[in-house]
């Protein structure tokens, strides 16, 4: 699934992310959660760009239903089972196999 930073999920810009899973449990505490998983692969400085970029994803918003009502980005795709303001919130999951 491709997250963007910059751009819509139909164009995503230069520099978006690709999740190796997401999770959605609408009814859940956290309705949706992004897990990246490295196996030891890419250098700390790569990990760490990709923890930023997550962070620039979550932190996107768009023009809700009423007027000056601001929801987050990923809550258009996926449902946040009407939790509204501060209660919309996803995640990100990050793991690290040795092998």
Known sequence: MILPVT??????????????????APQGPV???FV??????????????E???????FQRTR?????????????TRWDDSGRGGCERRANGLFGWLRG
Not at 36 to 49: F, K, Q, S
């Open 7 to 24: 751009g819509t999920f139909t164009a995503p810009g230069r520099g978006s992310l690709r999740a190796d899973l997401v999770l959605s």
């Open 51 to 57: 923890i930023a970029h997550y962070h620039r994803f």
């Open 31 to 33: 309705p949706v959660r």
């Open 36 to 49: 990246e998983v490295d196996n030891h692969t890419e250098p700390a400085a790569v990990l760490a760009d």
């Open 63 to 75: 023009n809700g239903h009423r007027v000056d009502d601001q929801v987050p980005l990923w809550s």
